[in-house]
């Protein structure tokens, strides 16, 4: 009874704000705003226009007289006053009373995309974001490590640490259910669309992977970036079954719009010690239980327990038949002359090459029965079933091109 007695008593930060502006005998309140060139703007309003249903709605004004902001004929601005940043402002003559205020759209109820204060709580918000979700992951069992955002716009990364891979392929399912619970709490949405964007960097899926015996990393040894002869038929055993294991990695039509040249997207099967233009990169470590590889070319919207099989299962082949990969490409893959590039084999273009590559090359999936080929055939067949609705419908960027045809 005293606890909600408690929360009645609370008043609001408007509450709080009005109250404010009584206890001052306030007559004015400065709605102040940054433009882009870092002035503090302002426009005062009489008390009388201050109220609940301003702090709800807002307060219009025109944006057009603010320079790289909007032109005159869609000039209307909504600026939303934050009530938990009043201050009286000590050099007026009469009293006034300082709120800061973020910039919205009227026709979207957005927040304006070259408001700069609302750039910066957009970085605040999906900071805390990021580690809301990556604690609840924790909360969940998975050993969390890090968070940071990514180079395209709203692009997060969110670190865990390596465990066996049936662990780390259930982990990835506790990884995305968090990530889209945690965004919808906050308001909002999260994809793990390879290439949501156009024009950007895409979402990528990298996998590292090492394997042990007897308590000793197998991968560590005395050639190229200290690995050993083992773990570079591994890695030729990737390359080799690479368009086959697309199907897995990147089973979606939408994978092929992020495996093009450019956006740091790794299309070239060539293997580098740090070079992230490679398909399959040596990160760098001076601790031989660290050495491993990272295949960068898999994507989120992989079904983790296959994928991560299909990779190990090629790697797992070129060990077998002692498939080496050639010399490593320690160049910047993007900057080669194209007749260098016809030499350096790529992953597939489309899902429908994947899916061709899938049913020609899938022996060295049923070794030791860990897939079955009812289990490849009838994965395919479902898969085709998207390529064909992908391939039949329209394109709204096809009416672009040719509907004036």
């Known amino acids: 009874m005293a606890k909600k007695a408690a929360a009645v008593a609370e008043k609001?930060?408007?509450?709080?704000?009005?109250?404010?502006?009584?206890?001052?005998?306030?007559?004015?309140?400065?709605?102040?705003?940054?433009?882009?060139?870092?002035?503090?703007q302002h426009t005062a309003q009489h008390i009388s226009t201050i109220n609940e249903d301003a702090f709800r709605d807002g307060i219009m004004f025109d944006g057009s007289s603010i320079a790289g902001w909007k032109a005159i004929n869609e000039s209307d601005m909504i600026l939303m006053m934050d009530a938990d940043t009043a201050v009286m402002d000590p050099f007026a003559a009469k009293p006034s009373l300082i709120i800061?205020?973020?910039?919205?759209e009227p026709s979207t109820g957005q927040t304006y995309s070259r408001d700069p204060r609302s750039t910066a709580k957009k970085v605040d918000t999906e900071s805390d974001l990021r580690a809301e979700m990556l604690s609840t992951m924790g909360e969940m069992g998975l050993p969390i490590e890090k968070h940071h955002h990514e180079v395209a716009q709203s692009q997060h990364e969110l670190g865990t640490r390596f465990g066996k891979l049936v662990t780390m392929a259930d982990q990835m399912q506790i990884y995305k259910y968090c990530v889209h619970n945690v965004a919808h709490s906050y308001g909002k949405t999260a994809t793990f669309m390879p290439k949501p964007i156009y024009g950007d960097n895409g979402t990528g899926m990298h996998t590292h992977l090492s394997i042990w015996k007897a308590g000793k990393p197998l991968f560590?040894?005395?050639?190229?970036?200290?690995?050993?002869?083992?773990?570079?038929?591994?890695?030729?055993?990737?390359?080799?079954?690479?368009k086959s294991l697309n199907a897995f990695t990147n089973p979606s039509t939408n994978s092929y719009k992020r495996l093009i040249p450019g956006f740091e997207a790794p299309?070239?099967?060539?293997?580098?010690?740090?070079?992230?233009?490679?398909?399959?990169?040596?990160?760098?470590?001076?601790n031989p239980k660290?050495?491993?590889?990272?295949?960068?070319?898999?994507?989120?919207?992989?079904?983790?327990?296959l994928a991560y099989s299909a990779i190990a299962m090629a790697g797992l082949d070129g060990i077998k038949n002692k498939i080496h990969p050639g010399d490593p490409m320690d160049k910047d893959?993007?900057?080669?002359?194209?007749?260098?590039?016809?030499?350096?084999?790529?992953?597939?273009?489309?899902?429908?090459e994947a899916l061709g590559a899938l049913a020609a090359d899938h022996d060295y999936l049923l070794a030791g029965d860990v897939f079955g080929k009812d289990q490849i055939e009838s994965y395919i067949e479902l898969k085709w079933g998207e390529v064909y609705r992908f391939e039949h419908t329209p394109h709204p960027v096809e009416f672009e091109m040719y509907y004036s045809v």
Do not use: Q
Not at 14 to 37: A, C
Not at 100 to 104: E, H, M, P, S
Not at 221 to 241: T, V
């Open 12 to 40: 609001s930060s408007v509450e709080k704000v009005l109250e404010m502006i009584k206890e001052n005998g306030v007559e004015f309140v400065d709605l102040r705003f940054t433009d882009p060139r870092g002035k503090w």
């Open 333 to 352: 893959l993007y900057d080669l002359p194209p007749e260098e590039l016809k030499g350096i084999p790529t992953v597939c273009g489309s899902l429908r």
């Open 267 to 286: 299309v070239l099967l060539a293997y580098s010690a740090r070079n992230r233009s490679a398909s399959c990169r040596i990160p760098y470590t001076t």
């Open 290 to 305: 660290a050495k491993r590889v990272e295949v960068r070319f898999p994507d989120p919207s992989a079904n983790p327990y």
């Open 100 to 104: 800061f205020c973020d910039i919205y």
């Open 220 to 242: 560590a040894g005395n050639g190229y970036a200290d690995l050993s002869e083992l773990c570079l038929y591994f890695i030729g055993g990737i390359i080799k079954h690479a």
